[in-house]
């Protein structure tokens, strides 16, 4: 079984939220099976090259980009191995990115994770489908392909959906996974500006695949339609969709925390 790769940015401003969930995720302690680089000293404005640098130092193809404030559950790593195999034996095997949530083919939401800060579960348990958009908390690349990001994309918004459209378009194949994992985000999105400057360097360099669906967002190719994001504060609302959500398993939600969530069943 081949090794992975977890990629994570972490700046010393997210380094409690880095040791207190992704640092203490299973997968992440098989120090002789997995990789973890871990990148502090980037410029946030200029990610993507700290990202393609970990790229080329990283010894393993299946690369994990995951955000800081991300628990991994015992053997998610052993399940991405699986769900790989099936793509491949299917006859997949000009694949390049695997999302873990959001829009397929036919426009619906899949992927599996929990939302602490909506205190939702979210997706549905599907066999990987084609994406057209897909959630960048936790995002897979098939190092082979040698599709790289974008060094000139700004920030930290749309770069993974940069990614796949970049594979899209020299024909690799994109999906989306289902591999449960538990999201400690805030339950709301505070605005920032640098999310308008990724979405209009995007929304320029794809404008012949605008609208272009986003899990959180319509990309639309008009500028000023796409200003009702800063708009949008509570992620209820940007996730307001009743099929983004199933029937969630726990009877108490607070309880999903880091040290306990392992020991769950799905």
């Known amino acids: 079984m081949a090794d992975i790769t ?40 200029k990610s993507c090259v700290s990202l393609n640098k970990a790229i080329e130092d990283s010894k393993n193809d299946i690369i994990v980009f995951v955000q800081s404030d991300v628990y991994l559950p015992e053997n998610w790593d052993v399940k991405l191995h699986e769900i790989i195999n099936n793509i491949n034996d299917g006859g997949n095997l000009n694949w390049c990115v695997l999302g873990t949530f959001g829009r397929s083919k036919n426009n619906e939401f899949v992927g599996h994770l929990y939302s602490n800060g909506l205190q939702r579960e979210l997706g549905k348990h599907d066999p990987p489908v084609e994406a057209i ?12 392909t040698g599709v790289r990001f974008d060094d000139n994309f700004p920030y ?29 985000s805030l339950s709301s999105v505070r ?6 400057k990724s979405i209009e360097y995007f929304r320029r360099k794809w404008k012949n695949k605008l609208p272009f669906y986003w899990p959180y967002a319509t990309i639309y ?27 969630v398993h726990h009877q108490d939600p607070s309880s999903i925390k880091p040290k306990n969530v392992g020991l769950m069943s799905f």
């Open 6 to 45: 977890f990629v994570a940015l972490v700046s010393n401003k997210y380094k409690s939220v880095f040791d207190k969930n992704l640092s203490i995720s299973p997968p992440l302690k098989k120090i002789y099976d997995n990789e973890l680089i871990v990148i502090r000293d980037f410029l946030l404005e």
């Open 133 to 144: 958009s897909i959630d960048e908390t936790v995002f897979v690349l098939n190092k082979k």
């Open 156 to 184: 930290l918004y749309l770069y993974g959906n940069d990614l796949l459209l970049t594979a899209s378009e020299i024909g690799y194949k994109n999906y989306i996974i289902c591999n449960f994992f538990v999201h400690n």
């Open 191 to 196: 605005y920032q500006k640098n999310g308008l």
């Open 221 to 247: 190719s008009s500028r000023f339609i796409n200003t009702y994001y800063k708009l949008k504060k509570d992620l209820r609302y940007i996730l307001g969709v009743n099929d983004l959500f199933i029937k």
